[in-house]
C-alpha cells in the first residue's frame, strides 16, 4: 500500500485544542501524525499557530474554513491560511439551499475563490456530507458540482463515511474521479439504517441549529477500523485515483477521550502500514 501522509483534522479534539494548543499538538505528534488539518485557531494569530507547528514537527497541509470568511476578508483571510504554510483550503459545507435555490451563484462563488487560491498557491476542495448525494437534474449535487467547476479550481475532499452513509459505497463511488483526488477524509462509524437522514446539527436560514438524533437509526461516529468502513478497499482506490494525503476525522467521541480516539485511530493504520 501506498505510504500516504497522514494527517489529522484537529477539529476531532477541538476542546483540547481550545484548553492548550500547544499540549493538544504535542500529543498529536506524539501518536505519530506529522501532518494537521485546521479548523479554528481559537484567537492566536497566524505567526503563533505557526511556531507551534514548528516547535513539534507538524505541517499544516489544508484547513477546513468557511467560504463567507473569504469572500468578506479577501486577500487578509487568504493570508493567514499562507502563514501557516498549507496547500489546501476545504469548504467545510455549505448549505443545501443555496445549491438547490442558487445553483448558478453559488458556482460563480466557488469558482471565483478556487481562482484566487489557485493565484495564492493553493488548492480549494469541497468537503462533503450526506445531504450533496441529493439530486439536481437527476445528477447528484456532488457529482454536478465537479462537471461544472475545472478540477484545477476546486477538487473533492470526500468525507468516506458521508458517502458511505448517503447509501454509497465508498471505494466505488471514489473510483468516478481516478486522477482527481489529492486528499481523503478517514471517518468511521457504525450504523443500523443508511442514509437516515441528517446525524449532524445543520443551520438553517434564521441561524437557528436544526437537531436529528443518532439514536434513531443507531449512528455512532467510531475511531478508524472500530466501524463497518472497508479501509483496506478505500485505501486502495485513494491511491488508484491519485491521493497523497489521508486525514483522520472524528466529529463526536461518545464513548471515550477524543485525543484516544484519535490514537487508536493512528494506531489502526498504523497496522496497515501507513
Known amino acids: 500500500m501506498k505510504k500516504f501522509k497522514v494527517g489529522l483534522q484537529l477539529y476531532s479534539i477541538r476542546d483540547a485544542?481550545?484548553?492548550?494548543?500547544?499540549?493538544?499538538?504535542?500529543?498529536?505528534?506524539?501518536?505519530?501524525?506529522?501532518?494537521?488539518?485546521?479548523?479554528?485557531?481559537?484567537?492566536?494569530?497566524?505567526?503563533?499557530?505557526?511556531?507551534?507547528?514548528?516547535?513539534?514537527?507538524?505541517?499544516?497541509?489544508?484547513?477546513?474554513?468557511?467560504?463567507?470568511?473569504?469572500?468578506?476578508?479577501?486577500?487578509?483571510?487568504?493570508?493567514?491560511?499562507?502563514?501557516?504554510?498549507?496547500?489546501?483550503?476545504?469548504?467545510?459545507?455549505?448549505?443545501?439551499?443555496?445549491?438547490?435555490?442558487?445553483?448558478?451563484?453559488?458556482?460563480d462563488k466557488f469558482t471565483k475563490l478556487g481562482q484566487q487560491m489557485k493565484e495564492n498557491g493553493i488548492q480549494l476542495l469541497y468537503h462533503n456530507h450526506d445531504f450533496e448525494f441529493n439530486k439536481i437534474d437527476g445528477e447528484f449535487i456532488l457529482d454536478k458540482m465537479y462537471s461544472t467547476i475545472p478540477n484545477e479550481l476546486l477538487q473533492p475532499q470526500f468525507d468516506t463515511c458521508w458517502v458511505h452513509y448517503a447509501g454509497n459505497n465508498p471505494a466505488e463511488y471514489l473510483k468516478k474521479y481516478i486522477g482527481k483526488i489529492e486528499v481523503v477524509h478517514l471517518k468511521d462509524f457504525v450504523c443500523e439504517k443508511l442514509g437516515g437522514g441528517p446525524v449532524y446539527g445543520l443551520i438553517d436560514a434564521d441561524g437557528v441549529e436544526k437537531k436529528d438524533s443518532k439514536e434513531d437509526n443507531?449512528?455512532?461516529?467510531?475511531?478508524?477500523?472500530?466501524?463497518?468502513?472497508?479501509?483496506?478497499?478505500?485505501?486502495?482506490?485513494?491511491?488508484?485515483?491519485?491521493?497523497?494525503?489521508?486525514?483522520?476525522?472524528?466529529?463526536?467521541?461518545?464513548?471515550?477521550?477524543?485525543?484516544?480516539?484519535?490514537?487508536?485511530?493512528?494506531?489502526?493504520?498504523?497496522?496497515?502500514?501507513?
Open 17 to 107: 485544542m481550545e484548553k492548550d494548543m500547544d499540549a493538544a499538538l504535542k500529543a498529536v505528534k506524539e501518536m505519530g501524525y506529522d501532518y494537521v488539518e485546521f479548523a479554528g485557531y481559537f484567537g492566536k494569530t497566524a505567526e503563533e499557530v505557526k511556531a507551534l507547528l514548528d516547535k513539534y514537527g507538524l505541517e499544516c497541509v489544508s484547513v477546513h474554513q468557511a467560504p463567507s470568511l473569504f469572500f468578506e476578508k479577501g486577500q487578509e483571510a487568504i493570508d493567514y491560511i499562507k502563514t501557516l504554510g498549507t496547500k489546501y483550503c476545504a469548504i467545510p459545507w455549505y448549505t443545501v439551499d443555496e445549491f438547490i435555490n442558487n445553483w448558478d451563484e453559488t458556482m
Open 218 to 274: 443507531g449512528f455512532k461516529f467510531m475511531p478508524v477500523g472500530y466501524g463497518i468502513q472497508d479501509w483496506p478497499a478505500i485505501l486502495a482506490v485513494a491511491e488508484e485515483a491519485g491521493a497523497e494525503i489521508v486525514i483522520v476525522e472524528q466529529d463526536q467521541s461518545p464513548d471515550r477521550d477524543p485525543l484516544e480516539a484519535v490514537k487508536m485511530s493512528r494506531e489502526y493504520l498504523k497496522t496497515l502500514g501507513l
